[in-house]
């Protein structure tokens, strides 16, 4: 039996695609490569295509025993998502429909979906719990709430039983330097200030110094992402059990400040850094730290790395051998 592994060249999507293939599972990855990378995909048998393409999913399901769908196909931008709202949509919500759709079709009653901290939206309380209300601020959030609901109801009608994971700040890369992150553009906090210490950048900008949080800059949960990657397995291996629809936020569930994100890549690579505060980013809460207690209790799940060190660490150890990314290789 086989696993489908959707947006498997991705981040997330390259390093869970790692993580199934060490545990000796079948995998199967389909990708559109808008934003993955072929070349992150170690070992497993790949689709190029997209989750509009029904005759590609209908050959796909027809093709190989798939036993459970991993799902991360997605546009993932939160600024990006409220200028083309219409895209979120169609990517996120219609393409998830017709990739349940054919799960429907062809019996496959396992799904792991990820889901983010977005659908949250601004925190009534901190540490944040799955039970906290959902408020999302964006259409990313919303796309991604939307979807969490459509596995709800397919539950009750088809039986289909998923598991949610609402990820907050996914960092890091593979500890043995194989695969990493590479955006184009760079959005995210620790491979832009990395690509300061490369030199690619003159400079860091600190999104707002006057939040209400110890040094005035935003406070994130960051989580390694060998250790999301996990928590997938891990999920699945919960569905195969106990054939049971759970949401987990997963996190460490210690916050740091991006001020302090920057001290820890000084550590860690040496070099001075240059940062400069400059206005907030519309939409960024000042907190957001996950209680990920559900997750570690249910699912037997206990991040390797919550050390932020270790996270930069890999993340530079990736970012030193690879300056331009996959583009090297
Ligand atoms: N930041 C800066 N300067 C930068 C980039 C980021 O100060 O150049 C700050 C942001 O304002 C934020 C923190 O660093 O406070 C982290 O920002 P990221 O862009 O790395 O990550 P976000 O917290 O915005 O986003 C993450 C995920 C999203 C998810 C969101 C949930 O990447 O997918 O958390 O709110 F939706």
Redesign the pocket.
């Known amino acids: 039996m086989a696993i489908l592994i959707t947006g498997g060249a991705g981040y997330i999507g390259s390093h869970t695609v790692l993580y199934f293939l060490n545990q000796g599972e079948e995998v199967i990855v389909l990708d559109n490569l808008e934003k993955g990378h072929q070349q992150a995909i170690l070992g497993a048998t790949f689709y190029k295509g997209s989750l509009h393409d029904e005759a590609l999913l209908t050959e796909l399901f027809e093709k190989h025993k798939i036993d459970a769908v991993i799902h991360f196909a997605a546009s993932?931008?939160?600024g990006e998502s409220v200028e083309k709202p219409l895209e979120y949509y169609e990517n996120n919500v219609i393409g998830t429909h017709k990739l349940v759709k054919q799960m429907v079709k062809h019996d496959v009653k396992h799904i792991v979906f990820s889901s983010?901290?977005?659908t949250?939206g601004e925190p009534k309380s901190i540490p944040i719990k799955e039970t906290d209300p959902t408020s999302p601020t964006?259409p990313?959030?919303e796309t991604?709430l939307a979807i969490e609901k459509l596995f709800h109801w397919c539950d009750g009608a088809y039986g289909l039983k998923s598991v949610c994971l609402r990820?907050?700040?996914?960092?890091g890369a593979d500890p043995e330097g194989r695969i990493g992150e590479d955006h184009t553009p760079e959005?995210?906090?620790?491979p832009?200030?990395l690509q300061v210490a490369l030199g690619q950048r003159e400079h860091?900008?600190?999104?707002?110094g006057d939040y209400d949080t110890k040094d005035g800059?935003?406070?994130?949960d960051y989580i390694h992402v060998m250790d999301l990657a996990e928590a997938h397995y891990l999920a699945l291996q919960k569905l195969r059990r106990d054939d049971k629809t759970a949401i987990y936020n997963l996190g460490n569930g210690k916050g740091f400040t991006?001020k302090e994100?920057i001290e820890t890549c000084r550590s860690v690579t040496g070099h001075p850094i240059p940062a400069v505060v400059?206005a907030?980013?519309p939409g960024?809460?000042a907190t957001?730290i996950a209680s990920a207690e559900q997750a570690n209790k249910e699912l037997g799940w206990k991040p390797k790395y919550p050390q932020l060190e270790a996270i930069v660490r890999h993340a530079w150890n990736w970012h030193e051998a690879k300056p331009k990314g996959y583009e090297t290789n």
């Open positions: 993932s931008l939160v983010t901290a977005a949250y964006s990313y959030g991604k990820y907050f700040n996914a960092a959005s995210h906090l620790i832009i200030v860091v900008q600190i999104f707002g800059s935003c406070v994130r991006v994100v400059s907030r980013r960024d809460p957001l």
